[in-house]
């Protein structure tokens, strides 16, 4: 009998804590047009296509095979597109960052190096570009041995700025230790910038700061691996509501083949726990971002049947729930896969940059009247 109450006390404080925990106000993310959707049910072929102009920024060579983690942005008059470069597979040593620039996202300059080839065994990580008090800077993962997770990685979250003058990048400095951003850091409506990182554990936090100077960050965890059961975050990205909370959305690569969605009150110092959706993913990056119209749009591999091989877009009218979702119609077999989406809306498109089998970076330049049908569609 002395054994059952203290047990009884640990189930009732159990329960206590468990209903503490914030509950996001919905799992449902996809609601296809205005449906709640069964993913499983989803006849993506019969969704409609989005065309638009296809381009080659950097193609592959026998020395360079390996592009991904691709980033845009259009910056004092022309279009930037930043990416990881390397020999022979991602993420391996001498791996660097290559920038090509377009006056209008369809013909490209030749790809540079950002920096020169690192010497074994250290590699960077393109990681996004980020205009900081009108300063461009082009944010990389720097890390040792193969690939940037795991034990004695060295891992550091670095940046290197443009230099207008000599028209080359110059090191700027260190933003973090241990660290791997997911994009580049957007402004709160507060006033100070946050962004993802994930250590070289996987686990997740959310960077706040970066006002006062480059590496003046605060971390603030988010979920660790595997501390929600099956549940193996990757790659997470956010955006601010109307109403001033965050949404974050994570990868998961525990096998759900969906999307986990978590909220934050207090500009990402707490968070929920990160509960799954109905929105599909085939285990592989997003990107969202709000377009001027006031729509958010996301762009992902939707289709688990076909995993990298089809590109999506869809698109919310809330920022909470999706209601329509069309395939990009890229002009490539479909032996191919398009890794890693990036975009950005200028002059009356939306710009898309992917990878072609990890190997070249390429470009679709969407006009944003085709993406307003597909929001007005029936």
Aim: hydrophobic fraction near 40%; aromatic fraction near 12%; glycine fraction near 6%.
């Amino acid at each position: 009998m002395k054994l059952f109450v203290p047990l009884i006390a640990l189930v009732l404080l159990a329960t206590r804590i468990f209903a503490a925990d914030p509950v996001p106000p919905s799992a449902v993310l996809l609601k296809l047009d205005g449906v709640e959707t069964d993913p499983t049910t989803i006849d993506y072929d019969a969704l409609p296509r989005l065309d638009g102009t296809h381009a080659v920024v950097c193609p592959a060579t026998d020395e360079l095979k390996f592009q991904l983690h691709n980033y845009l942005i259009h910056h004092d008059g022309k279009y930037w597109c930043f990416f990881s470069h390397g020999p022979v597979v991602e993420d391996v040593p001498t791996q660097f960052c290559s920038y090509a620039t377009s006056a209008d996202g369809v013909t490209w300059s030749a790809a540079k190096p950002v920096m020169p080839r690192p010497a074994e065994p250290y590699a960077y990580i393109a990681r996004g570009l980020w205009v900081r008090d009108g300063e461009l800077l082009a944010l990389v993962a720097h890390f040792r041995d193969k690939g940037a997770f795991g034990v004695n990685k060295e891992l550091q979250l670095q940046a290197f700025a443009w230099d207008k003058a000599s028209q080359a990048w110059k090191f700027k400095g260190k933003l973090f230790d241990d660290a791997i951003n997911n994009f580049a850091p957007q402004r709160l409506a507060s006033g100070p910038w946050l962004m993802t990182r994930r250590d070289a554990r996987f686990n997740v936090y959310m960077l706040l700061g970066g006002v006062k100077a480059l590496d003046d960050w605060q971390s603030f965890p988010v979920i660790k691996r595997l501390e929600v059961p099956k549940f193996v975050p990757d790659e997470p990205f956010w955006w601010q509501l109307p109403d001033g909370r965050l949404h974050a959305l994570f990868r998961d690569n525990g096998g759900s083949s969906r999307l986990y969605q978590a909220f934050s009150s207090d500009d990402g110092r707490t968070w929920t726990r990160p509960t799954i959706t109905n929105f599909p993913n085939s285990s592989s990056k997003c990107y969202p971002l709000r377009l001027q119209n006031g729509v958010w749009a996301m762009i992902g591999n939707a289709n688990p049947k076909w995993g990298r091989r089809e590109l999506y877009l869809s698109l919310s009218e809330d920022g909470l729930t999706f209601n329509r979702m069309a395939r990009l119609n890229i002009p490539s077999p479909r032996a191919t896969t398009f890794q890693y989406p990036h975009a950005i809306e200028h002059d009356g498109h939306l710009l898309i940059a992917f990878s072609n089998k990890k190997a070249v970076t390429e470009t679709l330049k969407v006009p944003l009247a085709e993406i307003e049908k597909l929001r007005k569609s029936p």
